[in-house]
Protein backbone atom coordinates (compact mmCIF):
# COMPACT_ATOMS: atom_id res chain seq x y z
CA UNK A 1 0.00 0.00 0.00
CA UNK A 2 1.03 3.38 -0.83
CA UNK A 3 1.72 5.78 2.41
CA UNK A 4 -0.82 8.44 2.96
CA UNK A 5 0.79 12.05 3.54
CA UNK A 6 -2.59 13.99 4.24
CA UNK A 7 -4.58 12.01 5.96
CA UNK A 8 -8.19 12.34 6.64
CA UNK A 9 -9.43 13.36 10.24
CA UNK A 10 -11.18 9.58 10.61
CA UNK A 11 -7.90 7.77 9.43
CA UNK A 12 -5.89 10.17 12.49
CA UNK A 13 -8.57 9.32 14.67
CA UNK A 14 -8.43 5.54 13.93
CA UNK A 15 -4.62 5.70 14.26
CA UNK A 16 -4.79 7.16 17.50
CA UNK A 17 -7.35 4.64 18.53
CA UNK A 18 -4.92 1.71 17.66
CA UNK A 19 -1.95 3.69 19.27
CA UNK A 20 -3.88 3.84 22.54
CA UNK A 21 -4.87 -0.13 22.27
CA UNK A 22 -1.23 -0.64 21.51
CA UNK A 23 0.16 0.52 24.58
CA UNK A 24 -2.47 -1.11 26.83
CA UNK A 25 -2.89 -4.31 25.09
CA UNK A 26 0.70 -4.70 23.04
CA UNK A 27 0.96 -7.62 20.75
CA UNK A 28 -2.72 -8.21 20.77
CA UNK A 29 -3.71 -5.03 18.62
CA UNK A 30 -0.28 -5.85 16.60
CA UNK A 31 -1.35 -9.18 15.88
CA UNK A 32 -4.31 -7.82 14.30
CA UNK A 33 -2.47 -5.41 12.27
CA UNK A 34 -0.42 -8.21 10.28
CA UNK A 35 -2.16 -11.02 10.46
CA UNK A 36 -3.69 -12.49 7.20
CA UNK A 37 -7.24 -13.17 8.20
CA UNK A 38 -8.96 -10.09 7.30
CA UNK A 39 -10.19 -8.20 10.43
CA UNK A 40 -11.77 -4.74 11.26
CA UNK A 41 -13.10 -2.67 14.78
CA UNK A 42 -15.79 -1.23 15.55
CA UNK A 43 -17.48 1.15 18.12
CA UNK A 44 -20.17 -1.00 19.39
CA UNK A 45 -21.35 2.07 21.24
CA UNK A 46 -22.84 3.24 17.87
CA UNK A 47 -26.22 1.53 16.24
CA UNK A 48 -24.38 1.01 13.19
CA UNK A 49 -21.17 -0.18 14.83
CA UNK A 50 -19.26 2.13 12.43
CA UNK A 51 -15.48 0.48 11.85
CA UNK A 52 -12.79 2.43 13.29
CA UNK A 53 -10.07 -0.12 12.26
CA UNK A 54 -9.60 -2.19 8.97
CA UNK A 55 -6.17 -4.41 8.66
CA UNK A 56 -4.58 -4.56 5.31
CA UNK A 57 -6.02 -8.01 4.65
CA UNK A 58 -9.27 -6.47 4.72
CA UNK A 59 -8.39 -3.83 2.29
CA UNK A 60 -6.21 -6.41 0.10
CA UNK A 61 -9.19 -8.73 -0.04
CA UNK A 62 -12.23 -6.10 -0.76
CA UNK A 63 -9.80 -3.77 -2.85
CA UNK A 64 -11.27 -0.83 -0.86
CA UNK A 65 -8.72 2.01 0.49
CA UNK A 66 -8.72 2.55 4.18
CA UNK A 67 -10.33 5.85 4.17
CA UNK A 68 -13.01 4.17 1.79
CA UNK A 69 -13.82 2.16 4.79
CA UNK A 70 -13.18 4.04 8.29
CA UNK A 71 -16.28 5.39 9.41
CA UNK A 72 -18.80 3.57 7.24
CA UNK A 73 -21.41 0.67 9.26
CA UNK A 74 -19.85 -2.84 9.64
CA UNK A 75 -22.90 -3.86 6.96
CA UNK A 76 -21.87 -1.61 3.95
CA UNK A 77 -19.51 -4.77 3.09
CA UNK A 78 -22.49 -6.81 2.93
CA UNK A 79 -24.29 -7.65 -0.26
CA UNK A 80 -27.41 -5.56 -0.26
CA UNK A 81 -30.21 -8.55 0.28
CA UNK A 82 -28.19 -10.55 2.42
CA UNK A 83 -29.61 -13.84 3.81
CA UNK A 84 -31.69 -12.49 6.72
CA UNK A 85 -30.27 -15.07 8.66
CA UNK A 86 -27.14 -14.21 8.29
CA UNK A 87 -27.60 -10.13 9.15
CA UNK A 88 -29.78 -11.91 12.24
CA UNK A 89 -27.29 -13.67 13.56
CA UNK A 90 -24.34 -10.61 12.84
CA UNK A 91 -26.66 -8.85 14.65
CA UNK A 92 -27.13 -10.69 17.75
CA UNK A 93 -23.57 -11.70 17.73
CA UNK A 94 -22.63 -7.66 18.07
CA UNK A 95 -25.04 -7.38 20.98
CA UNK A 96 -23.40 -10.20 22.76
CA UNK A 97 -25.72 -12.75 22.09
CA UNK A 98 -23.91 -15.14 20.20
CA UNK A 99 -20.43 -16.67 19.71
CA UNK A 100 -20.77 -19.09 17.19
CA UNK A 101 -19.84 -17.11 13.77
CA UNK A 102 -21.87 -17.30 10.18
CA UNK A 103 -21.37 -16.84 6.49
CA UNK A 104 -22.55 -13.65 5.01
CA UNK A 105 -21.98 -12.89 1.29
CA UNK A 106 -19.81 -9.64 0.79
CA UNK A 107 -19.14 -7.05 -1.69
CA UNK A 108 -15.51 -6.22 -3.21
CA UNK A 109 -15.62 -2.38 -4.42
CA UNK A 110 -14.86 -3.97 -7.96
CA UNK A 111 -18.50 -5.49 -7.45
CA UNK A 112 -17.57 -9.24 -7.32
CA UNK A 113 -19.32 -11.14 -4.45
CA UNK A 114 -17.51 -13.35 -1.67
CA UNK A 115 -18.12 -15.76 0.93
CA UNK A 116 -16.87 -14.35 4.47
CA UNK A 117 -16.67 -16.23 7.41
CA UNK A 118 -17.58 -13.45 10.36
CA UNK A 119 -16.80 -13.96 14.11
CA UNK A 120 -17.86 -11.39 16.21
CA UNK A 121 -16.00 -10.70 19.44
CA UNK A 122 -17.64 -8.01 21.45
CA UNK A 123 -15.23 -6.20 24.08
CA UNK A 124 -16.71 -5.16 27.55
CA UNK A 125 -15.32 -2.88 30.41
CA UNK A 126 -14.67 -3.48 33.43
CA UNK A 127 -18.25 -2.95 34.43
CA UNK A 128 -19.75 -5.49 31.87
CA UNK A 129 -20.72 -2.71 29.41
CA UNK A 130 -20.31 -2.88 25.77
CA UNK A 131 -17.63 -0.92 24.69
CA UNK A 132 -16.51 -2.62 21.17
Not at 78 to 106: H, P, R, W, Y
Request: aromatic content about 10%; hydrophobic content about 40%; some cysteine.
Amino acid sequence: MTEVTNKSPEQKNAEAEVESFRRTLGPFVVAAETTRMAMVFTDATESHNPIFFANDSLLLQTGYDREEVLGKPFNFLMVNGADAAAVAQVKSEFEGGSEDGTEILCRRKDGSEFWAGVFICPVHDEGGSLVQ
